[in-house]
């Protein structure tokens, strides 16, 4: 798994959640094309899911997220712990 420089962001919207994505995959200097053939996912889909695409299918999103080494915590509004498990 790659190491994760991301900071921790609190993602509201799909465009928000793209542009982490988007910076992220540029941080560890890979293209689309590279992301594409690791996660067998489209440039085209990636490139729309990073500029916030609403339509963006959940199950590509996840992919998308685990081929860069991203994981997602959901916790309830206002807390502010983000739990290892």
Do not use: W, Y
């Amino acid at each position: 798994m790659m190491e994760n420089d991301t900071p921790h962001e609190r993602i509201q919207t799909v465009e928000d959640l793209g542009h982490l994505v988007r910076a992220h995959r540029k941080s560890k200097g890979l293209t689309l094309e590279t992301v594409s053939g690791l996660g067998n996912l489209s440039t085209r889909f990636l490139s729309e899911f990073e500029r916030g695409k609403e339509t963006a299918e959940i199950g590509k999103v996840l992919k998308a997220l685990r081929t860069l080494g991203l994981d997602i915590i959901v916790q309830p509004r206002g807390s502010t712990n983000i739990k290892d498990r």
